[in-house]
């Protein structure tokens, strides 16, 4: 099938780019990568009236560290997180982020998508599995959004309502979205299973693990796909902090209470609820036990 017929405009700074929004409503759609609104167009799920191509927008591209963040402008590719860590520069000294990052990016579809998709638009688009949505929620990201009243930002953990529902109004658009730097002897890890190359997670894990003098400090764990939206498995975060890495199955048992307590599957043709449950335990415990042998490198 074919677009229905729409309107074009292809601003070229933010300000014109949320007039138009503005003039339009919910009647238009950003078009950043493209990887998923030009789908949606064609199968005439998504019909926009206006179709506001941000690609010209000068400055979007960019990405820099400040504040203790790294600032993901809008039109930054997912292709840009590929070895990331590899790349540091003075501009871009993002550590145990950066090495989340690369590990995550290469799970999202295949290298043509990566080279146009955007970080602001997996975010806009808020599929349940989608790697960069988990990651925003696991790290208390923030969605930086601007509209005709000016900028506002949302922290991930009210950001993302539902399957394709967010916080974000439709005459707003996301001009970045900020991630907290993570403290250098911070490990991470990232786990997913998918039932091909390339496809859509079934369910994945993102962990952050701090350890002092033998104690766990802080352990973050976000998940996709076991929800209607991602989450953060706060229950399982809770049965870290004050342990030993050491004790015995700590990190299985994690992976237990994160698939019992914070994930909330819903069924689905090819994957019942008890399944899910059971890929969330090996998955989190899994990406715990990894996160704990990268902080480990991380110290050396
Ligand atoms: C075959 C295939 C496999 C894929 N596999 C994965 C995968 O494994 N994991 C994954 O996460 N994704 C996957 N994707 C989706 C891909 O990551 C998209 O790039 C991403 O979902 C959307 O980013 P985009 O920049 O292409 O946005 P677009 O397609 O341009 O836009 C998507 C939606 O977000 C809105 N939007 C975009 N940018 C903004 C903005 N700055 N402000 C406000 N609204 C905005 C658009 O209006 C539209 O509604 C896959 C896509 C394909 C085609």
């Given at each position: ?62 990405l820099?560290v400040?504040?203790g963040a790294l600032h993901v402008?809008?039109?930054v590719?997912?292709?840009?997180f ?12 993002p550590?145990?982020l950066g090495?989340l990052l ?17 970080m ?12 960069w949505?988990?990651v925003a929620?696991t790290l208390d990201a923030d969605v ?12 991930a ?19 970045a979205v900020r991630l907290p730097l993570l ?118």
């Amino acid at each position: 099938m074919k677009p229905a017929a729409f309107d074009y405009v292809a601003p070229g700074t933010v300000d014109e780019a949320v007039a138009a929004l503005a003039g339009a409503g919910e009647r238009a759609s950003i078009l950043a990568g493209g990887q998923s609104l030009i789908l949606e167009m064609h199968y005439r799920r998504a019909r926009p009236d206006l179709v506001v191509d941000i690609n010209g927008v000068r400055g979007l591209d960019r990405l820099r560290v400040d504040g203790g963040a790294l600032h993901v402008g809008a039109l930054v590719r997912h292709e840009a997180f590929d070895a990331f860590d590899a790349f540091e520069s003075p501009l871009v000294a993002p550590g145990p982020l950066g090495r989340l990052l690369s590990l995550v990016v290469v799970n999202i579809a295949h290298p043509p998508i990566r080279a146009l998709g955007t970080m602001a638009g997996s975010l806009a688009w808020a599929h349940p599995a989608a790697e960069w949505c988990a990651v925003a929620v696991t790290l208390d990201a923030d969605v930086e959004l601007r509209g005709p009243g000016g900028t506002r930002t949302v922290g991930a953990g009210d950001y993302f309502h539902g399957p394709h529902r967010t916080a974000r109004l439709p005459q707003e658009m996301i001009t970045a979205v900020r991630l907290p730097l993570l403290d250098d002897v911070t490990g991470v890890a990232f786990a997913e299973h998918r039932r091909t190359h390339a496809s859509f997670a079934q369910l994945a894990a993102v962990v952050t693990l701090t350890v002092l003098d033998g104690v766990i400090t802080e352990a973050r764990v976000g998940l996709a796909n076991a929800a209607d939206r991602p989450v953060r498995a706060h229950a399982a975060e809770r049965s870290l902090v004050g342990s030993s890495p050491l004790d015995d199955d700590l990190f299985g048992r994690a992976g237990r209470i994160a698939a019992e307590h914070d994930a909330d599957p819903v069924a689905r043709p090819y994957a019942d609820v008890e399944y899910q449950r059971q890929v969330v335990t090996v998955l989190v415990g899994r990406a715990l036990r990894q996160a704990y042998a990268d902080h480990g490198g991380a110290r050396r």
